[in-house]
C-alpha cells in the first residue's frame, strides 16, 4: 500500500472564491466575545488585545512575538480579527501564528470547534462552476485520469436519473469544468476508467468556495487497503458485492487551505469519533494515525482526520463525528454507499444553515 494514505484525500489548496456570490454575515464564539476583550495600556501582542480575554491572555502568554507582527493596517493583523471557518479566505502572513494558536490556545480562542452552528457559506447570485481533478490513488508521480464520468447528483435522487444537474468526462489531464444551479446540495459520482466506481459527499457545501481533487482506486488498491485493516488476510478474498465501504475525513474550524498542511496549522481534526448507520455486517471502523498508516488501536482520528469502514450496506448511510474531548456532536451527514463502490465522506463543522 502507499505510505502516505491521506494525501488522495486532499482538497485543491487554493480555494480561491468563487466569482458572483454573494457573502453572508459570519461569526463565531471567538469574534462574538470580542466585545470583552480587555482594554490594556500595557504593551499589546499586535491585535490580540481586540480578542476576548481568555484568548487575548493566551496569546500573550505563548504566541506574543508572532502576533507583534500582526498589527494595525497588516495583512495578518486582518486575519487575526477574522472569524476562524472553513468558508474564510486568509494570508499566508497568518499561517505561523494562527499555528501557534492552534497548539497552544485551541480552547482559549476557540480554534479547531468555535465555529460550529455560527458561520454561513457564500451564497451563489446564480449557477455557477468549479475545476474537478481526477487522480489515481496509488501511482507516484500524480497520474491524471482521463475518461471518468462525473455526475453531480441531488442528494433526494440516490440514483443520480432524475435528479442528476450536470455531467462531465475528464480531459487528457484529468480535469474538467462542472457546472451546478446555484440551490445545488448533493453529491457526485465518479464512474469509468477501470476504476472502482465512488461517490463523493460533504456535510457542508465546500464546492461553493474552492474546486477539489478526486482520488479513485483500483481494485488492487482496495484489496490492499482491505489487508491493511485485517478485514481480509489476503489480497485475493472476496468482497460481499451487495455492500459497499467508506473513506471519511474529518476537519476542524480552520479554513480550507490547511487541509494536507503536514505541520501547523492544519484543517484535520484529532480526537473525534466517527460512527456510522446503519451498519450490521460491516468492520469495524479503522483510523490512521499521524504518519497515514492504518492503525488498528486507534479508536479515534489522529491529527490526519481520517478512517473508513468496509462492507456496509448500499444505502444513505448516517455519518457522525464527536469530539471526545467536549462529548459534543461537530458534525453529521448522509452519503450514498453503492453496492461494489466506494463512497467518500468529508465531515466538516456543523454550520449555521
Known amino acids: 500500500m502507499r505510505a502516505c494514505f491521506i494525501a488522495w484525500l486532499a482538497f485543491s489548496a487554493a480555494g480561491c472564491l468563487l466569482p458572483d456570490f454573494q457573502k453572508v454575515a459570519t461569526d463565531t464564539n471567538r469574534d462574538a466575545g470580542a466585545q470583552d476583550a480587555a482594554a490594556s495600556s500595557e504593551p499589546t501582542c499586535g491585535l490580540s488585545n481586540k480578542l476576548p480575554k481568555s484568548c487575548n491572555a493566551c496569546i500573550r502568554q505563548s504566541c506574543c512575538e508572532l502576533a507583534k507582527a500582526c498589527g494595525q493596517g497588516s495583512a495578518c493583523g486582518a486575519d487575526l480579527l477574522k472569524p476562524i471557518t472553513p468558508a474564510t479566505q486568509v494570508s499566508t502572513d497568518f499561517d505561523a501564528l494562527l499555528g501557534c494558536m492552534q497548539s497552544q490556545c485551541d480552547d482559549a480562542c476557540n480554534v479547531t470547534w468555535g465555529c460550529i452552528d455560527k458561520y454561513t457559506w457564500p451564497v451563489p447570485g446564480k449557477d455557477y462552476g468549479f475545476r474537478i481533478d481526477v487522480i489515481d490513488f496509488a501511482a507516484e508521480p500524480r497520474m491524471p485520469l482521463p475518461g471518468v464520468t462525473i455526475d453531480a447528483c441531488q442528494s433526494v435522487d440516490p440514483t443520480c436519473q432524475s435528479g442528476r444537474t450536470s455531467r462531465a468526462v475528464t480531459d487528457k489531464s484529468g480535469s474538467v469544468m462542472l457546472s451546478v444551479p446555484r440551490a445545488f446540495d448533493g453529491f457526485f459520482s465518479f464512474s469509468g476508467a477501470g476504476y472502482a466506481p465512488s461517490t463523493t459527499q460533504w456535510t ?7 474546486n477539489f481533487t478526486q482520488f479513485q482506486l483500483t481494485s488492487a488498491a482496495l484489496a ?5 485493516t485485517g478485514v481480509h488476510k489476503a489480497f485475493t478474498d472476496p468482497f460481499d458485492p451487495t455492500t459497499g465501504h467508506v473513506i471519511f475525513r474529518v476537519q476542524g474550524c480552520l479554513p480550507m487551505r490547511y487541509l494536507d498542511n503536514t505541520g501547523l496549522p492544519h484543517a484535520e481534526a484529532a480526537d473525534v469519533k466517527v460512527s456510522l448507520s ?30 473508513g469502514a468496509f462492507s456496509l450496506p448500499a444505502t444513505n448511510l448516517t455519518v457522525s463525528a464527536v469530539d471526545t474531548k467536549s462529548g459534543r456532536e461537530v458534525s453529521t451527514g448522509t452519503v450514498l454507499v453503492r453496492a461494489g463502490g466506494v463512497a467518500f465522506m468529508y465531515m466538516l463543522p456543523s454550520s449555521a444553515r
Not at 490492499?224 to 491493511?228: C, Q
Not at 468492520?283 to 481520517?306: H, W
Open 224 to 228: 490492499g487497503l482491505a489487508v491493511a
Open 278 to 307: 446503519p451498519n450490521p455486517g460491516s468492520s469495524r471502523v479503522f483510523y490512521t494515525d499521524k504518519s497515514d498508516a492504518v492503525a488498528l488501536a486507534l479508536d479515534m482520528t489522529s491529527s490526519r482526520g481520517v478512517g
Open 204 to 210: 457542508e457545501p465546500i464546492y461553493r468556495v474552492s
